[in-house]
């Protein structure tokens, strides 16, 4: 089982940027999928953004040319750069870990709470 521990969340005002970390422990393999999650007051979780081990990343619609998922292979540490936030970005963030696929993720952080204020 992989461990994730978020940190870097925090309160920003609209326009500002955050940066979160999670770093992954318990995995003698380098996972081949981290990816972010979120989940805003009163509505499901969905997902943000991913990385794949060969170095492919994908994202949400609406974080496009705002948001910037990173990883240090070596040391199973994925960072998600976020620019521009919007009011609409406010939530808790999570990280989660697809061992062998981005279509499952099969352990998760325990979040973060990014709050973007006007």
């Known amino acids: 089982q992989v461990q994730l521990v978020e940190s870097g969340g925090g309160s920003v005002q609209a326009g500002g940027s955050l940066r979160l970390s999670c770093a992954a422990s318990?995995?003698?393999?380098?996972?081949?999928?981290m990816s972010w999650f979120r989940q805003a007051p009163g509505k499901e979780r969905e997902w943000v953004a991913s990385?794949?081990?060969?170095?492919?990343?994908d994202y949400t619609d609406s974080v496009k040319g705002r948001f910037a998922i990173s990883r240090d292979r070596g040391k199973n540490t994925v960072f998600l750069e976020m620019n521009r936030l919007l009011l609409e970005d406010t939530g808790i963030y999570y990280c989660?870990?697809?061992?062998?696929?981005?279509?499952?993720?099969?352990?998760w952080g325990q979040g973060t709470q990014v709050t973007v204020s006007s």
């Open positions: 990385h794949k081990v060969h170095g492919r990343t």
């Open positions: 318990g995995s003698p393999y380098s996972i081949y999928c």
């Open positions: 989660a870990a697809g061992v062998r696929t981005c279509a499952a993720h099969e352990d």
